[in-house]
Each structure stands twice: as structure tokens, then as C-alpha cells.
């Protein structure tokens, strides 16, 4: 059983933060109470909230994303976390380099979710700048995500 998840992209201040937003909002609808974090796998806005066009327009689809603050993956998350999701290849990449034998969270591509075929990324607003398309691919993959993980 799946008891909590960790959402992972490079900065931790527009995928993931939007993913755990959404999660947390979604999640209790179906009866759920997984805890939900998200991380960076680098450290360069450590303490800060996610990235401002992202938070409005998160906000725009009734997602709150204020209370965030970013943090680095840690090698505890291995342990503490029964799933750790990827927003895209580069981010599994590094936490595999991370990883140490002993860790027990599984490793997922987000995009998984969305085609188990050839899972895409998931487009960076922060380099794409479009915010609502990335929303949206992760608001579908999360609704998979939880009818695919925790079947009713
Ligand atoms: P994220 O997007 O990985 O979805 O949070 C990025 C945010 C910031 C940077 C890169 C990606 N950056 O280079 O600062």
C-alpha cells in the first residue's frame, strides 16, 4: 500500500509544487489520506515559494500553491517516502544516481501516467513559459495517477 509520495522535478518552484497541490487537493476526494511533498533535485531556490507565473495560474484553477517553500531531494526521502514520482527523465536519472541499495520508495515517471508506452516528460513552464498547458498534463496524470494507484 502506498502511504505517501514525493513529487520530484529540477527546481521545486513549478512542476512538483504544482503536483503536490493537486494531489492534496484531489486525493481526500476519493477517500485518501496519503501524505503528499515535493522536492528539487537541485538545491538553487532552497526556502523559497514556487515560481510566481506558476502559483497565479495554479490559482486560476483552484489550486493554492503559497504555503510551499522549495527544498532538495535527501537521501531520507528514499526511505520516508513509499513512491517518489519524476516530472521527467533527467530528474529519474539523478535520483537514480542517488539512490543507495538499501532505499525502498519506488521510482516513476510521471508520465507513466499519462502513456505506459513511451512516458513523455513533463514540460518545464520555466523554460516552455506555458503554465496553463503544464498544469493541465499534470492535473490528467495525476487523476490517473490515483485511479491507476489506489483503484476504488
Ligand atoms: P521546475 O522548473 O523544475 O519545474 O521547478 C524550473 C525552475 C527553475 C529552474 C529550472 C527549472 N532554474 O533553472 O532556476
Same mark, same amino acid.
Given at each position: 500500500?502506498?502511504? /505517501?509520495?514525493?513529487?520530484?522535478?529540477?527546481? #521545486?518552484?513549478?512542476? /512538483?509544487?504544482?503536483?503536490?497541490? +493537486?494531489?492534496?487537493?484531489?486525493?481526500?476526494?476519493?477517500?485518501?489520506?496519503? +501524505?503528499?511533498? /515535493?522536492?528539487?533535485?537541485?538545491?538553487? =531556490?532552497?526556502?523559497?515559494? &514556487?515560481?510566481? &507565473?506558476?502559483?497565479?495560474?495554479?490559482?486560476?484553477?483552484?489550486?493554492?500553491?503559497?504555503?510551499?517553500?522549495?527544498?532538495?531531494?535527501?537521501?531520507?526521502?528514499? /526511505?520516508?517516502?513509499?513512491? +517518489?514520482?519524476?516530472?521527467?527523465?533527467?530528474?529519474?536519472?539523478?535520483?537514480?544516481?542517488?539512490?543507495?541499495?538499501? #532505499?525502498?520508495? =519506488?521510482?516513476?515517471?510521471?508520465?507513466?501516467?499519462?502513456?505506459?508506452?513511451?512516458?513523455?516528460?513533463?514540460?518545464?513552464?520555466?523554460?516552455?513559459?506555458?503554465?496553463?498547458?503544464?498544469?493541465?498534463? +499534470?492535473?490528467?496524470?495525476?487523476?490517473?495517477?490515483?485511479?491507476?494507484?489506489? &483503484?476504488?
Amino acid at each position: 500500500m502506498i502511504n /505517501s509520495v514525493l513529487f520530484v522535478c529540477l527546481g #521545486n518552484i513549478c512542476r /512538483s509544487p504544482t503536483a503536490e497541490a +493537486i494531489f492534496r487537493e484531489k486525493a481526500p476526494r476519493r477517500g485518501l489520506s496519503v +501524505i503528499a511533498d /515535493s522536492a528539487g533535485t537541485a538545491g538553487w =531556490h532552497l526556502g523559497k515559494a &514556487p515560481y510566481e &507565473p506558476m502559483q497565479t495560474t495554479a490559482a486560476e484553477f483552484g489550486y493554492d500553491l503559497s504555503p510551499l517553500r522549495a527544498r532538495q531531494v535527501a537521501q531520507k526521502d528514499f /526511505s520516508n517516502f513509499d513512491l +517518489i514520482i519524476a516530472m521527467d527523465q533527467q530528474s529519474l536519472l539523478d535520483l537514480k544516481a542517488l539512490t543507495l541499495r538499501a #532505499n525502498t520508495a =519506488h521510482l516513476r515517471l510521471m508520465g507513466a501516467y499519462i502513456s505506459a508506452g513511451s512516458p513523455p516528460d513533463i514540460p518545464d513552464p520555466y523554460y516552455t513559459r506555458d503554465f496553463v498547458g503544464a498544469l493541465k498534463i +499534470i492535473e490528467q496524470a495525476i487523476d490517473n495517477m490515483l485511479a491507476a494507484q489506489w &483503484p476504488k
